[in-house]
């Protein structure tokens, strides 16, 4: 009989990403019969063996470094700064072998429910890494009771050298992350034959597939998420939804790739635009007498554009980074009306440039992403029936110019703005 498991990488407070791919598990009534995880995996996976989303969401939205920390380690009335962290883990651990990692057993004791736990149909793995020993430990369900199992699933977690060493027995342990950070091959081990993993592309070691005939779906963030020592509830809120987001896309209930779109939408707006921006940029094509910008137009994008070649890929891509640019909500779900009246209001929004200060920057090796892509989007978006103002920047600026056409396309019987 197939088995399905869920496999939860570490990643410290990025795990949040991995309650939103499990509520979107719950939504598609995909049925898990193995979780495998390490270090803040194990500690998600323990919810989800005891099939309990509402605290794992309760605890996550609430996150915070008062919930993670205790006072005496980081001072948590102030907002802390990501090299504020980093020096005062290194002080810790130089002065104490690490953070105290206590306020994890709290954690654990609050939301363990042992009779849930041992009860479930639900497989359950993790992996630790004895210091003492030099060795990894891998532990299922069957090995765990409830005298040991705290003890095991904060082993996992207790990410060194930020945290000090976890004791059992007299012997140190630390983060399955130095052994087995995606615990693929544990969950093949434990019987099963189809996986999904979760990788948050933390730190941490992975190990090759023991049995590549297994089916494997990879979930990761497509979108940035904050350093893995930063916990913060509004951050947790955020990437729970991107968890959810990726987990529908790759599943094929949601379209998009950094951005997201109700299923449909993306193929609704191709076939109602997508003509009609090939007809726009055709139009400067054909009336422009630069030679710099014919050589441009013969590039693979424009190319694949004009000659309508893979034409609904690079649509999409000038569609999200449209909404990219213009700094949409990365979290929501779009519907592609009201997502195009968007870009229009945004741009609308947008200051006028002096395009040849930007210019000047570059040429004077000013970082790019200090440069307001908006306002360059609105400068085009302007001027597009004045070529002679605009064919010397495009070679500089392509997507810029791109996305203006696309948002002109779509205004349809709207104003300018």
């Not at 949601?254 to 997201?260: A, H, S, V």
């Not at 649509?315 to 592609?336: P, Q």
Request: glycine share 6%; proline share 3%; charged share 25%.
């Amino acid at each position: 009989m197939s088995k399905f498991a869920l496999v939860l990488s570490g990643g410290g407070s990025k795990g949040a990403y991995e309650i939103g791919v499990y509520t979107a598990l719950k939504k598609m009534k995909k049925n898990i019969d193995i979780v495998t995880g390490t270090s803040i995996g194990a500690i998600n996976g323990v919810f989800i063996v005891q099939n309990d989303l509402r605290h794992a969401l309760k605890l996550w939205k609430k996150i915070s470094f008062s919930v993670i920390y205790n006072e005496d380690d980081f001072p948590l009335d102030k907002d802390l700064k990501l090299p504020e962290i980093y020096m005062t883990h290194l002080k810790n651990f130089i002065n104490e072998g690490g953070t105290d990692p206590s306020k994890l057993s709290n954690i654990f004791e609050e939301y363990f429910k042992p009779k849930r736990f041992f009860t479930s149909k639900i497989d359950f793995g993790l992996v630790a890494y004895n210091l003492t020993k030099n060795k990894p430990v891998l532990k299922t369900k069957k090995d765990l009771n409830e005298d040991n199992i705290k003890d095991y699933v904060i082993a996992s977690a207790s990410c060194y050298p930020a945290f000090k060493p976890h004791v059992i027995n007299d012997e140190l342990y630390i983060d399955g992350g130095y052994y087995d950070n995606i615990p693929i091959n544990l969950a093949i081990k434990m019987g099963a034959d189809e996986v999904v993993a979760v990788d948050l592309r933390a730190i941490g070691f992975k190990k090759r597939l023991i049995d590549k005939g297994v089916s494997v779906t990879y979930i990761a963030p497509r979108n940035y998420i904050p350093s893995f020592l930063i916990f913060d509830s509004i951050s947790a809120r955020h990437t729970i939804k991107l968890g959810y987001n990726d987990a529908m896309k790759t599943f094929g209930k949601l379209d998009g790739d950094k951005l997201t779109f109700k299923k449909g939408q993306l193929v609704k707006n191709y076939e109602k635009n997508g003509e009609n921006f090939k007809q726009n940029l055709h139009f400067i094509f054909d009336n422009t007498k630069n030679e710099i910008l014919k050589k441009l137009f013969e590039t693979d994008i424009f190319q694949n554009i004009l000659n309508q070649k893979t034409s609904y890929n690079n649509f999409n891509y000038i569609v999200e980074k449209a909404g990219l640019i213009l700094n949409f909500d990365e979290s929501i779900i779009y519907r592609i009306n009201s997502y195009n009246r968007g870009l229009l209001k945004s741009l609308s929004e947008a200051e006028q440039i002096d395009i040849n200060k930007i210019v000047g920057k570059l040429k004077n090796k000013k970082i790019d992403n200090l440069i307001d892509h908006r306002q360059i989007v609105k400068f085009f978006y302007d001027n597009l029936q004045n070529q002679n103002k605009i064919t010397k920047y495009i070679p500089l600026f392509t997507d810029d110019f791109l996305i203006a056409i696309y948002i002109y396309t779509v205004k349809g019987k709207h104003s300018n703005y």
